[in-house]
């Protein structure tokens, strides 16, 4: 009976092994999990970088202050945005964008297609 005991212990490993067995789930468990938290930040800002490249004047934006309204200038760091009846024009830090509502674009296309329909 004595002989089962010793045989089912765990028997210590020395060197690599050891380190391998007792470390290797955990460094990839935390690999695992950082790749979960990176890869989705990339692909994020990447988009958001992408939106603030391709901004355009008369889009429409939503800002993080909860502001919303038209772009009639766009320069390399910042935007001026004209928002209200009053068409009060705020000076905005481009990185202070939320994101674009209604691209210029689209406006026009809309108006295409329902001339189209006609």
Same mark, same amino acid.
């Given at each position: 009976?004595?002989?089962?005991?010793?045989?089912?212990?765990?028997?210590?490993?020395?060197?690599?092994?050891?380190?391998?067995?007792?470390?290797?789930?955990?460094?990839l468990?935390?690999?695992? /999990?950082?790749? /979960?938290?990176?890869?989705?930040e990339r692909?994020?800002?990447?988009?958001?970088n992408? /939106?603030?490249?391709n901004l355009?004047?008369?889009?429409?934006?939503?800002?993080?202050?909860g502001?919303?309204?038209?772009?009639? $200038?766009?320069d390399?760091?910042?935007?001026?945005?004209?928002?209200?009846p009053d068409?009060?024009?705020?000076?905005?830090?481009?990185?202070?964008?939320h994101?674009?509502?209604?691209?210029a674009?689209?406006?026009?296309?809309?108006v295409e297609? $329902?001339?189209?329909?006609?």
């Open positions: 009976m004595v002989n089962l005991l010793i045989l089912t212990a765990a028997q210590p490993t020395d060197g690599v092994g050891g380190f391998l067995s007792t470390l290797g789930f955990p460094i468990l935390l690999g695992a /999990m950082l790749l /979960m938290f990176y890869l989705p692909k994020r800002r990447k988009n958001f992408s /939106m603030l490249s355009k004047v008369n889009d429409e934006i939503f800002t993080t202050g502001i919303i309204g038209k772009l009639v $200038k766009v390399e760091g910042y935007v001026i945005l004209e928002t209200g068409r009060v024009r705020i000076k905005l830090d481009k990185r202070g964008i994101s674009v509502l209604n691209k674009d689209d406006k026009k296309e809309a297609i $329902k001339e189209d329909k006609k």
